[in-house]
């Protein structure tokens, strides 16, 4: 078992709809969980950081995590097509090393 | 935020031969990490670099291979030594918030082997 999965997609949504990206991990007692935007030639840029169950919000973005399922997902209002980037899903270690585990990622296509 | 700039952005090299990446942040850091990103794939950690000590290294990766110099809070180096095709991937720098928070990255290199 893969210590993050996500689903590579390619997930398509139409302009202006709801994209949902899903992430699941296999260390239960992780403690910290990003979701980066990576577009086609360049590096990981972060767009949300969540640590605590429930939701954040930021802007069209929120970020969902449930502990005792061991789920993180993003979600992504009013879809542009400047979105279309693979999301990488990432949680840090238990072993506090500062290090991050990367799921293989999502590639979302929003289409005009 | 750190800013880190990593460099060169891309190289095409021959096999056998070997290439290092060098990583300057503006800001000291304890660790800094490099990762690979083969074509199509995630990215995975090479090694945590930690000034003043030797680097450590994940499963699958080898110093032999992969030597790490770390002189100082702000600079760190990767070397892919006697590369092959196989090595064609993007290397990225990266360093921690602190406390287990969010990393940033470097705009990476993208590397070529024929």
């Known amino acids: 078992q893969k210590e993050v999965e996500q689903n590579s997609g390619p997930l398509s949504v139409p302009e202006g709809a709801i994209a949902s990206l899903n992430c699941t991990y296999s260390d239960r007692v992780s403690q910290s969980f990003f979701w980066y935007r990576q577009y086609s030639g360049k590096s990981p840029e972060l767009i949300m950081s969540i640590y605590s169950n429930g939701d954040k919000e930021d802007g069209r973005f929120t970020a969902q995590l449930n502990k005792a399922s061991q789920y993180v997902s993003l979600l992504i209002r009013d879809s542009q097509p400047s979105d279309s980037a693979t999301y990488l899903c990432?949680?840090?270690?238990?072993?506090?090393?500062?290090?991050?585990?990367f799921g293989q990622g999502t590639t979302l296509q929003v289409k005009p | 935020s750190a800013v880190i700039s990593q460099k060169p952005s891309r190289d095409i090299c021959q096999r056998g031969t070997s290439l290092t990446i060098q990583c300057q942040v503006d800001?000291?850091?304890?660790?800094m990490f490099w990762y690979r990103q083969q074509p199509g794939q995630s990215l995975t950690l090479i090694a945590t670099?930690?000034?003043?000590?030797?680097?450590?290294?994940e499963s699958g990766f080898v110093i032999d291979k992969f030597p790490i110099s770390r002189p100082n809070l702000t600079f760190s180096t990767l070397t892919v030594s006697n590369m092959s095709p196989e090595d064609s991937s993007i290397y990225l720098c990266?360093?921690?918030?602190?406390?287990?928070?969010?990393?940033?990255f470097g705009q990476g290199t993208r590397l070529t082997v024929v």
């Open positions: 800001s000291q850091v304890t660790m």
């Open positions: 990266s360093v921690e918030g602190g406390g287990n928070t969010e990393a940033f």
């Open positions: 990432a949680v840090h270690g238990s072993s506090n090393t500062g290090k991050l585990i």
């Open positions: 670099a930690n000034q003043g000590s030797e680097a450590t290294y």
